[in-house]
């Protein structure tokens, strides 16, 4: 690291500008918009300030002296952009007399770099490539404005005018920095980002203890969270800020590890799924693991594959912390039938093909056997089964009795968006075979048409066998 990021009080004195042009007028943004004064030795003469506002105009003072022999006393840093030969000198001026300063695009001339900027009022964010790639430094910067709550400034804000106050009143530090990890973590902090600040200060005015209310143990909370079908970067932004406050993530077997890697590094990790060949804790102690991380002050996080509510038991978890009355919030995640569809381009609902989509799950070929297959005749219906590998045979056999085509077209996606991914497609007929073909790990079967139109079925060359199509063709006449 060559260069330190460090903030610089521009309300100190002014900035000195030296160039022309849009590379200029470029910087003369930036400045303005830190609330600078600027000194602006135009060299060409040409103080072009339109499209800038009047308090921004009124903060310009157009120098027409040599920037070389001007006073620079009191100056704050020197910036030059589209300056040429004039920059270097005046850079080297600068240096001289130890005022910061960069010259745009030439590392070399220059004492600092400006970084690319997440500026969120009070909450700034600068991120440097020591001057190497703006572009990746950009790219940073996009990352993290995803990540931000776009009220993170007003929290800042929040935060330092009550800091005094709670200061007095909570002298030692450990437990103020404890008060305010509960503000903004809890309900208060959730007022302000929701931009419900009259509330917030409400709320934060009434708390008559603030010591007992930074000990207070009984304000943890559980958020379920979806984690995708695998692929870390199909996470949503809420569900990555979950992961990164989080305490303690309680797991599925179904969470790949690239995602638990995305927890806060010292939150505590614990599986409670089904391991193989095991049946797991079962769902009552996963309910009492999350009440009792709850009720000790813990920020809980339940990670479930794909989306917490589609064959995630879901339900019953927030049902349960309901009624040991505990906080709890449910953050959606791309059901694993969602993310194998996208991966392997099955358009679900392809216009005219097919105008509706059944989310099934057939565990056991007893489950599949309950599975009231005469609702999914309609051959203008997507079906997508969950949990149905090892009942693939029963699954045929009841499609084929509930009358679709031994010919309809059926793909196999296992690991769906995970680097190990496997995709078989076919038709109906050859479905068990088709599973046995993924090996080891959770898959999706879609029948339907549409299977035809999607990226694995283009490249395998299915074979339709004309036995079958014949047959289709008489009950299509009958
Ligand atoms: N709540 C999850 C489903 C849990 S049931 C969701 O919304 O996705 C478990 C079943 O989900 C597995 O048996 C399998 O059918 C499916 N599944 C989960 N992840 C998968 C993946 N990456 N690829 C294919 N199928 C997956």
């Not at 840093?77 to 240096?95: F, K, P």
């Not at 770099?113 to 490539?129: K, S």
């Not at 708390?207 to 943890?220: L, T």
């Not at 979806?226 to 800020?241: E, F, I, Q, W």
């Amino acid at each position: 690291m060559r260069f330190l990021p460090v903030f610089l009080d521009l309300q100190a004195g002014p900035v000195v500008l030296v160039g022309q042009g849009e590379s200029a007028r470029a910087k003369l943004r930036l400045l303005l918009a830190a609330e600078a004064r600027v000194r602006w030795f135009a060299i060409d003469g040409q103080y072009d300030v339109s499209g800038f506002d009047d308090t921004s105009v009124a903060r310009i003072e157009h120098a027409t002296s040599d920037p070389l022999t001007a006073d620079l006393s009191h100056v704050v840093a020197v910036v030059c952009a589209g300056a040429g030969d004039t920059g270097h000198a005046m850079a080297a001026r600068a240096r001289s007399l130890g005022i910061p300063v960069n010259v745009m695009d030439e590392v070399s001339h220059s004492t600092f770099i400006f970084p690319a900027i997440v500026d969120r009022g009070d909450v700034v964010v600068a991120v440097g490539t020591g001057g190497a790639s703006p572009v990746v430094a950009r790219r940073v910067r996009e990352r993290i404005e995803a990540m931000l709550p776009a009220r993170i400034g007003d929290l800042a804000g929040f935060v330092g005018r009550w800091r005094d106050t709670i200061k007095t009143k909570l002298p030692d530090m450990p437990l103020r920095r404890l008060f305010w990890e509960r503000v903004i973590d809890g309900p208060i902090g959730a007022d302000v980002l929701a931009g419900r600040i009259a509330q917030a200060d409400q709320a934060l005015a009434s708390i008559s203890n603030p010591a007992s209310f930074a000990r207070n143990i009984g304000s943890g909370f559980v958020t379920l969270v979806g984690a995708g079908p695998g692929d870390p970067d199909l996470l949503t932004v809420k569900a990555l800020r979950a992961l990164q406050d989080a305490d303690v993530v309680f797991y599925d077997d179904l969470v790949s590890p690239e995602i638990l890697d995305r927890a806060r590094r010292d939150a505590a990790r614990v599986p409670v799924g089904r391991r193989v060949g095991k049946p797991g804790i079962g769902q009552d102690a996963i309910h009492r693991l999350l009440i009792d991380a709850a009720q000790s002050g813990k920020r809980a996080v339940r990670l479930k594959g794909g989306d917490p509510f589609i064959f995630g038991r879901g339900g019953e978890e927030i049902a349960a912390l309901r009624v040991a009355g505990v906080a709890y919030s449910v953050i959606p995640g791309i059901t694993a039938g969602l993310g194998a569809a996208a991966e392997s381009e099955v358009p679900l609902t392809y216009r005219q093909e097919a105008l509706r989509i059944t989310f099934l799950t057939a565990h056991k070929a007893k489950d599949a056997g309950n599975v009231d297959w005469s609702a999914l005749t309609d051959t203008k219906m997507t079906v997508v089964v969950y949990m149905g590998i090892t009942a693939a045979a029963t699954i045929r056999a009841g499609l084929l009795k509930a009358g679709r085509s031994p010919q309809t077209p059926v793909g196999v996606f296992a690991r769906a968006t995970r680097r190990d991914a496997k995709s078989v497609v076919g038709v109906l007929r050859d479905l068990p075979a088709l599973a046995e073909q993924v090996e080891s790990g959770p898959a999706i079967l879609i029948i339907g048409d549409v299977v035809a139109r999607s990226a694995p079925w283009r490249n395998a060359n299915v074979q339709t066998d004309p036995d079958d199509l014949i047959s289709e063709l008489l009950r299509a006449a009958e």
